[in-house]
T-cell receptor
Framework: GAGVSQTPSNKVTEKGKYVELRCDPI?????LYWYRQSLGQGPEFLIY????????DSGLPNDRFFAVRPEGSVSTLKIQRTERGDSAVYLC?????????????FGPGTRLTVL | SQQGEEDPQALSIQEGENATMNCSYK?????LQWYRQNSGRGLVHLIL?????REKHSGRLRVTLDTSKKSSSLLITASRAADTASYFC??????????FGTGTRLQVFP
């Protein structure tokens, strides 16, 4: 079956612009996660959805970052007034339930470059 | 923030040799997972070990967990060039989210 998909695969934007990154999880997976990965580092947790609600958004770095999952499947990560420091690979993952009991399935990521 | 650290940061070996990577973490956990990442993009789950388990095998992979030392090791036996990748451990920190370590970059030369 289809895995986790993310669009776009690459996004180049200018400082101050708004961007949206999309994640399509595996069908039937109730848990969805967003991570950010900088070069040479491990993925850093941003936010976790259980169904439609954000169960844990403690990893969002500031109020410029926001994510939604209105129907409990597709999720969009929104970044306002982008800064050069936002440049990274944004990874999405889904799992059947909670990460603590299940493996996560990752998408290929969106590479965001802020000029 | 990163929960754990992998050791070594980088490892180069010849095909056929074994590769051992270590992971240390900071808080109590329900389970610990190992992931592989090729070319800086999507991660692939390798193995999950629960806090009440001490050792687990999957094919050429062997994972150990020592909760008293808050450490885990991943052993890849009879390595292949295709095993070249970055390897990350991830813990749940007794929460619903995964916290990843900094990774070990493994290079296997043919």
């Amino acid at each position: 079956g289809a895995g986790v998909s993310q669009t776009p695969s690459n996004k180049v934007t200018e400082k101050g612009k708004y961007v949206e990154l999309r994640c399509d999880p595996i069908s039937g997976h109730t848990a969805l996660y967003w991570y950010r990965q900088s070069l040479g580092q491990g993925p850093e947790f941003l936010i976790y959805f259980q169904g439609t609600g954000a169960a844990d958004d403690s990893g969002l770095p500031n109020d410029r970052f926001f994510a939604v999952r209105p129907e409990g499947s597709v999720s969009t990560l929104k970044i306002q007034r982008t800064e050069r420091g936002d440049s990274a690979v944004y990874l999405c993952a889904s799992s059947l339930e909670r990460a603590s009991v299940n493996e996560q399935f990752f998408g290929p990521g969106t590479r965001l470059t802020v000029l | 923030s990163q929960q754990g650290e992998e050791d070594p940061q980088a490892l180069s070996i010849q095909e056929g040799e074994n590769a051992t990577m270590n992971c240390s973490y900071k808080t109590s956990i329900n389970n610990l997972q190992w992931y592989r990442q090729n070319s800086g993009r999507g991660l692939v789950h390798l193995i999950l070990i629960r806090s009440n388990e001490r050792e687990k095998h999957s094919g050429r992979l062997r994972v150990t967990l020592d909760t008293s030392k808050k450490s885990s090791s991943l052993l890849i036996t009879a390595s292949r060039a295709a095993d070249t990748a970055s390897y990350f451990c991830a813990t749940d920190g007794d929460t619903d989210k995964l916290i990843f370590g900094t990774g070990t970059r493994l290079q296997v030369f043919p």
